[in-house]
């Protein structure tokens, strides 16, 4: 149990610290355009999604409490 609580908080460590360094990434969302008939027309959009600094923050402080609180469980 230890061991999956530090492991989860490294996780958590590691994902806070690469949503300050590169908060923003970028996706396609498919979207239907026409639809006639069986033939159907689609579109890729590009998005954009923003990581806001609080969330970073709560994952990077959230992951060092794991890492420092895991070997105290008994």
Known sequence: MKR???ALGLIF???????FIHPNFDYHKREEVV???????T????????VP???AGA???AGAAL???GPRIK
């Open 35 to 41: 639809r006639i008939g069986p033939v159907t027309a």
């Open 4 to 6: 999956l609580v530090i």
């Open 53 to 55: 600094p609080v969330v």
């Open 13 to 19: 460590a590691i994902l806070g610290l690469v949503a």
């Open 59 to 61: 994952l990077l402080m």
């Open 67 to 69: 890492i420092v609180l």
């Open 43 to 50: 579109v890729d959009k590009p998005e954009t999604a923003r």
